[in-house]
Every structure is written in C-alpha cells, then in structure tokens.
C-alpha cells in the first residue's frame, strides 16, 4: 500500500464516520436548540431539562437508525476488504 492509497482509505473511513453519526449528532443539536429556546422563553436554567430529552432522542434514533447504520457498514467493509485483491 502506497502513500495515496492510504490517505484514500483515511478519508473513506472519515466519510463514512460522518455519514453514520451524522443523523444521530444533528437531530441533537436539534433538541438541544429547541429545548434552549424554551428555557430562554420561560427563563428556567436547569442542565436537566436540556440533557435528558437530548439523550432520549439520540438513542431512540440511534436504535430506529441502527438497520441503516449497520448495512452502510457492511457495504464499507465489503468494498474496503474487495479493493485489497
């Protein structure tokens, strides 16, 4: 393997990363935006309010996420082990 090839895979491997927790870390944000606009509006500051319900979302996608996250897995494995022939 040269230089080139492994900057290639480096940067497959990034994308995919980004691809994969891409849903999961915007649908967060997402909650967390919301959520501190609600405390904004009714001036209640508590770390709970912001946490919890950020946490609950991100698993529920994560789980509901997980057949799609696997097979994109598996397509990048399949294709990453095929190009070593």
């Known amino acids: 393997m040269n230089l080139d090839q492994a900057i290639y895979l480096g940067r497959e491997a ?3 990363i980004l691809v994969i927790s891409g849903p ?3 649908l967060g944000l997402l909650v967390g ?3 501190s606009l609600l ?3 009714t001036q209640l500051h ?4 912001v946490f919890v319900p950020k946490m609950i979302v991100m698993a529920v996608v994560g789980i509901l ?3 799609w996250m696997a097979r994109r897995m598996i397509e990048y494995s399949v294709r990453l082990f095929g190009s070593w022939h």
């Open 14 to 16: 990034l994308m995919m």
């Open 24 to 26: 999961i870390l915007i």
């Open 33 to 35: 935006l919301i959520i």
């Open 39 to 41: 405390q904004a509006v």
């Open 46 to 49: 508590d770390q709970t309010l």
């Open 65 to 67: 996420l997980t057949p």
